[in-house]
């Protein structure tokens, strides 16, 4: 009876966990090295990604640190808005949500709270989040951009040992203009980008994405409105077909994902 509970824990709380897709891209992801994967993302060439139920477990840690912070801040005396924002991009195609705000001698900060294992943690310690992270610096240059923020005070927390690190990061105009080119790059372009690396899928950032066996030519892209001949995309996040059988002049995400039969690849995934 007790292997049996045992065997029953271990199967619930392992395998693989299917993420929705949000039909747009994160701000979280424009410090992305990969142009290529910005692009398969927004494109949804390889179906929504899939990850390890403890991976999972991980992101969900980081999600329930916030609001224990959020109360250890309080007890302190420093006022929390623990509502989040939305940034979004001109053209609809990338949105962000910040985390927190704080108010500190009746100013309003903009607060990005982040968990980090040990090494990565110790890297932002020593070097600051722009060099230590720079994931994290540039979504906070695209949520100040758009925020019209000059100032967002970033938290990094060590999950091996509950070590704290605080810093201000200021508003970079020529950076977020940068970032905002970037952003605009990876829906503009009519082709792929190189790959990452050493065009090889042993290179370390390959083995770790879900776009892996389609980028290598292992497997064919999804067959979806996204990756079809006849997509047609506006400013608004709207995705509309041209073929004169099925014109559409806004399809809705569940008809993008499913496709139809008339579905040919445009020429980016041929």
């Not at 990338?94 to 709270?113: A, C, N, V």
């Not at 077909?241 to 002049?249: A, D, T």
């Amino acid at each position: 009876m007790i292997l049996d509970i045992i065997a029953y824990l271990n199967d619930i709380t392992s395998g693989l966990v299917k993420q929705k897709d949000r039909g747009y891209n994160g701000m979280s992801s424009i410090g992305e090295g990969c142009y290529r994967k910005l692009q398969y993302n927004m494109y949804m060439a390889s179906g929504e990604p899939v990850f390890d139920a403890r991976i999972i477990r991980l992101f969900n840690d980081g999600h329930a640190f916030e609001p224990k912070f959020k109360k250890i801040l309080e007890d302190k005396g420093i006022e929390v808005l623990g509502l989040q924002d939305t940034y979004v991009c001109e053209n609809e195609m990338w949105f962000g949500h910040s985390d927190l705000f704080i108010i500190w001698s009746g100013h309003k900060y903009l607060f990005e709270l982040k968990t980090h294992n040990d090494k990565y943690f110790q890297s932002v310690k020593k070097k600051g989040v722009q060099k230590g992270y720079p994931k994290h610096y540039d979504q906070m240059t695209m949520y100040m951009g758009y925020g019209r923020y000059t100032e967002c005070v970033y938290a990094a927390c060590n999950k091996d040992d509950s070590d704290l690190h605080f810093e201000m990061v200021k508003f970079d105009p020529k950076h977020f203009a940068k970032l905002k080119e970037k952003s605009v790059a990876i829906i503009a372009t009519d082709t792929l980008f190189p790959r990452v690396g050493n065009n090889s899928e042993s290179w370390f950032e390959c083995k770790l994405c879900h776009h892996s066996r389609v980028c290598h030519g292992r497997v064919a892209p999804d067959k979806n409105c996204r990756t079809c001949v006849h997509v047609e995309v506006h400013n608004g996040n709207k995705w509309a077909c041209n073929n004169e059988l099925i014109p559409e002049l806004n399809l809705d995400l569940d008809v993008q994902k499913s496709g139809c039969h008339l579905h040919e690849y445009s020429a980016m995934f041929s």
